[in-house]
């Protein structure tokens, strides 16, 4: 193994300690991964379901999240239930998992964090026949992560924002804001441009090149 499956091997027995029902499988013929029984707890702490499932060990791990699969084909794959054709988890858009990312991820924060809270909505959808909360699919779910981020609801101005923090040296904390709203930076878009800038200048491009080719921008 290299040293990022190694990584991701340490840190998956430190995950066991946090969740006992799941076992790392290390083979020659594959990537490392976790697999096993993960429980569900509602608000009183009483166990009311469980999924299995399978964890494995993404090629740029930790750049991107671990690939996550239900493994009694209890979930249909189907992108309306946000899950891919291959089985593995849509957790989020992949904006929210750049920052995540880019924060520093661990194993058992990603797995507490990120797969409980999605088995909980998935779970939620088996009985309801909806989830309680759900981002768009496709690009308009990409939007809706950055007009979240932004605080802005207007597709062009999202895209002439991130071309700046894209091009741009971080702004003086009293300069007016780049994105002309005439407040001073430090109340205005200063979160948001050191969230964007956080997840590194090639994706940073790729989302702005995106969403130029969706929207059909010309500059």
Partial sequence: MNKLYDRFAEEAREAMSSFPDLQL????DSLPYLTGDLFLFDENDVMYDKYSIR??????YPNSFPLVYETNQRLPHNIDWHIYGDG????????EEYIYCAKGIMLTSFIKNQVVPYLHNQNFREKEGYFLNERSHGSM???ESLYDILQINDPIK???ILVYIYENNKPQRTSKCFCGSDRKY???HKEGYEVLKSIGQERLF???SYLKRIYSINT
């Fill in 55 to 60: 964890i494995e060990c993404p090629n740029d």
């Fill in 186 to 188: 430090r109340y205005c």
């Fill in 25 to 28: 499988c290390i083979r020659e």
């Fill in 141 to 143: 779910g990409i939007l």
């Fill in 88 to 95: 593995h988890f849509c957790i989020c858009t992949p904006i």
């Fill in 206 to 208: 790729n989302v702005i």
């Fill in 158 to 160: 999202v895209y002439s």
